[in-house]
């Protein structure tokens, strides 16, 4: 039997506001209890890391090498953010650890510090990034799927307020069912990757197709979600802010990396070759 809790439903220590209303579900076996959530995150890491071992041939990666960088991502990225949430509530950290410890620990800024820490392992490994990049795009999109489709399982209601017929119960009323438009959404950016890969030419176009459809559909997505800070001033969401990153990375890619060099290439290519008949042609 699953059984669940708020955080809303404890007191709130002093300076410390939760930023979004979160249910936690748990499976009870015995006196275990399994976070659903949490078994839906470690069933998609499996499936991203098992699609990996294909999208690796696909994009001219040796596997074994990409199986290693993928699970020190991971262990990186809930390192790193762990470490991030303990340093922006440290006082809190110490007179309450285990809420602190309770709280989601991916973020963006951990996130990116993964980024980083991962180009830096694949430099000293001497694997191309691009192309790593390239293998790794569906299997982030799988991940993400099996994470939406956790959060619908968790009981987690996180859309906005709405009067739409296809609206779902919540405690703040009928609202958007945005982890199914997201599972939707993921899965078909997953498949529009997959082949793209497969027909790739040149290394860097379907990782940057992913980060720049990725964060379009984190962008879109997060208009239809609770805003993270209730009570904010900010323009946009910090996802929001996260995802207008991977566009600009991903546009950045497709306007001047290998793949945009190839299509002038080939444009010149053509364009020389009209010329010589052309001029064939008048001989």
């Not at 007191?11 to 410390?16: A, I, L, R, V, Y």
């Amino acid at each position: 039997m699953a059984r669940g809790y708020s955080f809303l439903a404890k007191p709130c220590p002093p300076g410390f506001t939760p930023s979004r209303f979160i249910v936690h579900s748990f499976l009870s076996v015995g006196r275990l209890h399994l976070p659903v959530f949490g078994l839906f995150a470690a069933a998609g890491l499996m499936a991203a890391m098992v699609l990996s071992q294909r999208t690796a041939r696909w994009a001219r990666v040796d596997a074994g090498a990409l199986w290693d960088a993928g699970m020190g991502a991971v262990f990186s990225a809930f390192l790193l953010s762990r470490a991030l949430l303990v340093a922006e509530n440290f006082r809190t950290s110490l007179t309450h650890p285990l809420l602190v410890l309770e709280l989601p620990s991916l973020t963006a800024a951990g996130v990116i510090l993964t980024a980083i820490a991962t180009a830096v392992y694949l430099r000293r490994r001497r694997l191309p990034l691009l192309r790593v990049l390239d293998a790794a795009a569906p299997c982030a999109a799988l991940l993400s799927v099996f994470l939406e489709m956790g959060r619908m399982a968790d009981g987690r209601r996180e859309g906005m307020p709405t009067t739409a017929r296809w609206a779902i119960a919540s405690r703040f009323g009928q609202v958007h069912p945005v982890e199914i438009y997201s599972t939707i959404a993921w899965l078909a950016l997953c498949a529009a990757l997959l082949g793209l890969l497969r027909l790739a030419r040149r290394a860097g176009g379907t990782g940057a197709w992913g980060l720049l459809l990725g964060g379009l559909l984190l962008f879109v997505t997060d208009f239809f979600r609770l805003p993270s800070e209730l009570y904010g001033t900010s323009w946009f969401d910090r996802v929001q802010w996260f995802a207008l990153i991977l566009v600009t990375s991903g546009g950045l890619m497709l306007a001047f990396g290998p793949a945009a060099r190839g299509r002038a290439g080939r444009r010149s290519g053509n364009a020389a070759a009209l010329a010589g008949k052309d001029i064939g042609d008048a001989l």
